[in-house]
């Protein structure tokens, strides 16, 4: 499958992530293996990678939430099968840094699961009813298991004093 990436890097800070494309492209790829949705050739999918403010932006006009969040997905109009444009991912520097190291979890390893969260928004797939999210988060976890990513909805423990 030839899918195309367009990818804009806003905030400087995502800059430190190394082979950010690589980093996507096998989010991408993984998701594919996992749901086994066709995409017509040469589709594109864009990503923008900003601060909290810009994507406090995005959430307040487009879903009337004035606040930060990690990552934000905005499908095309056209069928998946026939679409030229997937749609477009958002994903928020400081949300998902702050997220990451909360969580005990590499910035890496929380970035993908954005990557992957938002890819499948794009895909079709949501998280509204408990059925949807169960299978949502189903996917996710056996896609970044694909890149060697822990299941992020498993509880974390952490012995004590670490």
Known sequence: MNLSIETSVECESWREVADLDGLIRQCLDAVLAETGDELREGAEVSLLFCDDARIRVLNAQFRGMDKPTNVLSFPGPEPLETAHGIGDIAIAYETVARE????????QHHLRHMVVHGFLHLLGYDHETDEEAEAMEADETRALARMGVADPYRELSTPEGH
């Open 100 to 107: 990451a190291a909360e969580q005990g979890k590499p910035l």
